[in-house]
């Protein structure tokens, strides 16, 4: 299985400051048919995963522009350029590549 | 509006079977792939497994293969989890996500399973 790989587990932060979560994946995420399947998702508490980012870098509709993803291969980053209280909660990424669909194991971003 | 509602979750000793169902609302149900998600109590998110859009195929991980069978009816709007041979491992909230290719646009609510005797 791929293994995804969060850092860091905990993101302390103060309001208005940017945040950054590293996922990291065992192989490459390139598939076949040449998209790179690499999705984040935030679950506030009592809630069900929200999906924010798709493809690496393309926002959901309804999403916070704040909210950014970007890089390839096995190295990506979730950034969110001003935190607001909102944003609390857990972030995952998610392969969608190779089976088994593969989680990170999530990030916790708390307000300081 | 999109909707996907779970259900048929409880508490059942090991061994033990249920059957889960997602009924889903506000689109074409038929034109795409689901997954059947657990989030482990205080721990992360675990693929089961996955259903294309006709049902003709379907995948599951390791650790559920032989026990779960997923499957769905179009005609009815709903996708389903049939859970056999239940362990204690096994409990957790289960959702259901829709898969528009590649990712996981929605979910459910989810449904609470406990295993235990």
């Known amino acids: 299985d791929v293994v995804m790989t969060q850092s860091p587990l905990s993101l302390p932060v103060t309001l208005g400051q940017p945040a950054s979560i590293s996922c990291r994946s065992s192989?490459?995420?390139?598939?076949?048919?040449?998209?790179?399947?690499l999705n984040w998702f935030q679950q506030r508490p009592g809630q069900s995963p929200r999906r924010l980012i798709y493809?690496?870098?393309n926002r959901d509709s309804g999403v916070p522009d704040r909210f950014s993803g970007s890089g390839s291969g096995t190295d990506f980053t979730l950034r969110i350029s001003r935190v607001e209280a909102e944003d609390v909660g857990i972030y995952y990424c998610?392969?969608?590549?190779?089976?088994?669909?593969?989680f990170g194991q999530g990030t916790k971003v708390e307000i300081k | 509006e999109v909707q996907l509602v779970e259900s048929g979750g409880g508490l059942v000793q090991p061994g033990g079977s249920l059957r889960l169902s997602c009924t889903a609302s506000?689109?074409?149900?038929?034109?795409?792939?689901f997954h059947w998600v657990r989030q482990d109590p205080g721990k992360g998110l675990v693929c089961l497994s996955r259903?294309?859009?006709?049902?003709?195929?379907?995948l599951y991980a390791d650790s559920v293969k032989g026990r779960f069978t997923i499957s769905r009816d179009n005609a009815k709007n709903t996708l389903y989890l049939q859970m056999n041979s239940l362990r204690v491992e096994d409990s957790g909230m289960y959702y259901c996500?829709?898969?528009?290719?590649?990712?996981?646009?929605?979910w459910g609510l989810g449904t609470l399973v406990t295993v235990s005797s």
């Open positions: 259903i294309n859009n006709d049902g003709s195929s379907t």
């Open positions: 192989q490459s995420l390139v598939h076949r048919d040449g998209n790179t399947y």
């Open positions: 996500a829709r898969d528009p290719g590649g990712s996981w646009d929605h």
């Open positions: 506000g689109f074409t149900f038929s034109s795409y792939y």
């Open positions: 998610l392969q969608g590549t190779h089976w088994p669909r593969t």
């Open positions: 493809k690496v870098s």
